[in-house]
């Protein structure tokens, strides 16, 4: 079904809540491709599917029809023990709400969730968090609890915690939107320079124009389907 210069292809894809009479048709046929190294932007009103996508895309939560592949592989046929290894592998999550352990340093934070999928070494782990936050703009903020940084700084510890397993797609639902506009823009600057240097392929989900003109391509959902997607600009 893909090509090989695409990570995620998705056909036919449909979300539905409830059951019989409440039966809520959240996404609709979505088909949709992101190639390998891309930037892409989700856009939609609230409501439209946007954190449902994400979800499916992320393998939390199981379309009700659809095909989903992802790096080759197919995602409706592998073992729910072999989901969990593929998604710690291979993807990141980024959340609008940081999702930090406010008691934990930046670098514990970005450190533990990888160490505790992955079995990391800890000396490794502790290495790799610490790059990763000086790679962050944090060098000065590693041993800060999370608690005594800005929202801003949170959500580039959150980033980093994203990277820890060198995942090839990372997914973020709207991870600006509760940040004024300069962290905005910085956090959206640095998406930009990971995703230039290491080819990682980004999809955000996004309200806010200026983050959206920021990505190489933009995806517009409305109603639980794609209804344009720009090809990325020359
Ligand atoms: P967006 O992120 O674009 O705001 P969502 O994907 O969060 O949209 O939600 C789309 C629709 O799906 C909404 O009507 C929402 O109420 C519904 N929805 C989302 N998650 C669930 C769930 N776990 N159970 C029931 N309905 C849900
Ligand atoms: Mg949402």
Known sequence: MSAPEDIVVIEGMTKNFGSGDATQKVLKGIDLSLAKGSLAALQGRSGSGKSTLLSILGTL?????GQH???????????ERDLTEFRNRHIGFVFQFHH???DLTALENVMFPSAM???????????R??????????????????TALSGGQKQRVAIARALMNTPELVLADEPTGNLDRESADQVMDLVREINAEDHTTFLISTHDEKIADGCRRQIHLDDGQIVASAPPAK
């Not at 939560?61 to 029809?65: C, E, I, L, N, S």
Request: proline share 4%; charged share 30%.
């Open 61 to 65: 939560m199981k379309p009700t029809a």
């Open 69 to 79: 592949e992802m790096l080759g592989q197919d995602l409706g046929r592998i073992s």
């Open 100 to 102: 930090l352990f406010p």
């Open 117 to 127: 999928h992955m079995g990391r070494e800890t000396r490794a782990a502790r290495r």
């Open 129 to 146: 968090a610490a790059d990763l936050l000086v790679r962050v703009g944090l060098e000065d903020r590693i041993g800060f609890r999370a």
